[in-house]
DNA sequence: CGTAGACTTGACGGCACTCAAACAAGGTGG
DNA sequence: CCACCTTGTTTGAGTGCCGTCAAGTCTACG
């Protein structure tokens, strides 16, 4: 049921015992189903419990007090979408299904008792969040400096990458990209129509296709040479603590 | 020496008891100066130890193996620049001196022993983190949905209400804003040239002025409300744990 | 007093936004 | 079964914000 969150903690760090994940995962509710557009938690809420996507996508969305807004991240299976919010306590933004999703929770108090009592698996919840840190920072990057045909390729590179961590993606196989035009052109900080033009340029450069939900990457060198993508900040790498 | 990090640290959770505080400045080093410009964890690199900024200012630079680069983030005094280095590893960003420093340094293994001993101040030092990603996070919908004023009032306003939080700023009174424009300009993802317009407008709506080191902002009400800022992200109350 | 660097101002151009309409696809009800 | 509607994608035209280039001004400092 979170095999997803299980491939990615036992890829970013083999040292974590079969005791921490088992405490991780008894810690989790049984998955809830709940269709697409469905807010998971709001801007400004002090929520009691984190959220962990099991299947489908998220978005996290940043508001303006006069209504406008911006998605600052995307999240896969296998993604906690507010693990901050232990520490934090109030929510600075809010966490949206952008597909049909099924999502698992766990509540603060048995995450503090983690943090009490197993310092490793603290660490590798601690690094989770830092990971969406490190993403915010190269989308901070390419929306300054990256042009949008770049950033759209990093984007995608991106996506691509975190989606095979978790064995959703293969390279030379179509993948699921279960987004409209208009969602991911809100994480790019770009329009949709411009997107779109976007996309025709990749495709018409035998980069990338993306018809319906189905996506492929179709020349991924050249992809990641366009995007200038070094997948370094993405932490895949077993590390040593 | 780390009184500032002190004043974040009593202000942001007063429940941190006299023990965890010693325990974190006893593994602090003496402070060493260092001139404006200085390297000081290079981007790719995998440091041994963290660093607190204890005076002055210092900037994350983000750079595209082209050479592209851009500011990603920006510290105060009582700052830690690198925290994230600990669960990390490797430095997807470097962290360079923008004034004349005095920074201390704690190494991993210190960090390591508290966080296999001191869970409450761990959660402290994974809160700080966190409260980067946030920072990261406005800034993003900043790049993406802010028009350059706004964003340029914005940053004024983050800075400002960072620097009250150690003392280094009070409402109606002028305060020292060490940079030039050029890097002000890289911090907002804009160029020199714009921001310096931008600044001519805020002067013109007698709202901020900035003449050398000495900033003053004219009227906070009128800028918060331009830059449309809400300073719950910056996370400055007290929680209970 | 002269030089270097930072700041200021202007002109011009382009990337990406906005507005608008056409087209495609899927769902619904008459 | 097919109008009809809704939602998403595609394409076009016009505009504007902001970048680039360039020149000129100010300030600090040797």
Redesign the interface.
């Known amino acids: 049921m979170s095999s997803y969150l299980i491939r990615r903690l036992t890829l970013r760090d083999s040292t974590l015992s079969p005791a921490s994940l088992q405490a991780l995962t008894q810690g989790l509710s049984a998955p809830v189903s709940i269709p697409a557009g469905t807010v998971i938690v709001e801007q ?1 809420s002090r929520p009691g419990l984190c959220t962990l996507v099991v299947s489908g996508w998220a978005a ?1 969305l ?1 508001a ?3 209504g ?3 998605t ?2 995307l999240h896969i299976s296998g993604d906690f979408v507010d693990l ?1 919010s232990y ?4 929510m ?2 809010s966490v949206i299904s952008l597909s049909a999703c099924a999502v698992a929770t766990i509540d603060h108090p048995t995450i ?1 008792r983690i ?2 009592t197993d ?1 490793h698996l ?2 590798v919840l ?2 989770q ?6 993403i ?6 390419s ?4 042009s949008a045909l770049e950033h759209t390729a990093h984007l995608i590179c991106e996506l691509f990458t975190r989606l095979r961590v978790v064995s959703l993606a293969t390279p030379g196989k179509p993948f699921q990209l279960p987004l409209s035009q208009q969602q991911l052109a809100d994480a790019l ?1 770009i329009s949709s129509e411009h997107l779109n033009r976007m996309l025709a340029e990749l495709r018409s450069r035998r980069l990338f296709e993306w018809r319906g939900v189905e996506a492929q990457v179709l020349d991924l060198e050249a992809l990641q040479a366009l995007a ?1 993508f ?1 997948a ?2 993405l ?1 895949m ?1 077993d ?1 040593p ?1």
């Open positions: 400004g996290r940043s303006l007090p006069d406008r807004r911006s600052v991240a901050h520490p934090i306590k109030v600075d933004h503090r943090t009490e310092a603290t660490r601690w690094l969040t830092l990971v969406d840190a490190s915010h920072r190269q989308w901070l990057l929306a300054a400096r990256r900080g200038q070094d370094t900040y932490v790498q590390e603590r």
